[in-house]
């Protein structure tokens, strides 16, 4: 099954592989609502979910799909690659993560791997994770205070939405700097969406 909101990217997938005799595309899906409505109607040995969608996002349709049948076997397809957004991914129960501008070489390899039950993670997807393996993570309200700053909110205007004190603000913005390796509250927000620690809504 293949779940993506791009109609075009869906048809450029069934069309790859209609020329695979062991692939057959028995669904699809254009937000992750419908993934997991398809996935309990179809059963596909392997879903290919794109993780930005309307409606429910891929990662969110993942963890129902899994709920559903823990042994489900999904294959990531996506443009992002920073490292926290394949974290959560794989955390979510993905068994592979091909980035899409690597689909037309490497999907059907992908497919077959992750259908025998071996995770699928590239070289250059793993190069990523490695890249930040043993970094500090940004506590639960370092990240609301990250969220909040990204938005053009101030230390005070921080402090009255989370209701916390201004110097508690700067604390957690210090931390954030620190455990990002960023210069300032502009170059953390660039980190992060980078990263996928944040995500554009």
């Known amino acids: 099954m293949v779940a993506d909101d791009h109609s075009l990217l869906r048809e450029g997938i069934i069309a790859l592989l209609a020329g ?9 899906a254009a937000n ?3 993934a997991v409505e398809r996935f309990i109607s179809l059963r596909p040995d392997v879903t290919l979910m794109d993780l930005q969608m309307p409606v ?19 294959l990531v ?18 068994c592979g993560y091909l980035l899409k501008c690597a689909i037309r070489l490497n999907l ?17 997807v793993a190069a990523e994770m490695a890249n930040y393996f043993g970094s500090d993570n940004l506590s639960g309200r370092e990240l609301e205070v ?19 004190k201004e110097e508690t603000v700067k604390a957690h913005v210090s931390a954030v700097l620190s455990k990002l390796g960023a210069r300032d509250r502009t170059h953390a ?6 990263r996928g620690i944040l995500t554009l809504s």
């Not at 927000?189 to 980078?194: D, E, K, N, Q």
Request: no cysteine.
């Open 189 to 194: 927000t660039t980190i992060a969406l980078r």
């Open 32 to 34: 992750g609502a419908e």
């Open 108 to 124: 059907a390899d992908a497919i077959a791997r992750v259908h025998a039950g071996h995770r699928y993670i590239p070289a250059e």
């Open 146 to 164: 990250l969220r909040l700053v990204a938005d053009g909110n101030s230390n005070r205007e921080v402090g009255v939405r989370l209701a916390i």
């Open 56 to 74: 429910m996002g891929g990662h969110e349709a993942m963890l129902a799909i899994r709920a559903v049948e823990p042994n489900a076997r999904v």
């Open 20 to 28: 695979d005799g062991g692939i057959e595309i028995i669904g699809q």
């Open 77 to 94: 397809l996506t443009t992002y690659k920073g490292d926290a957004r394949i974290a959560r991914a794989l955390g979510a129960g993905a």
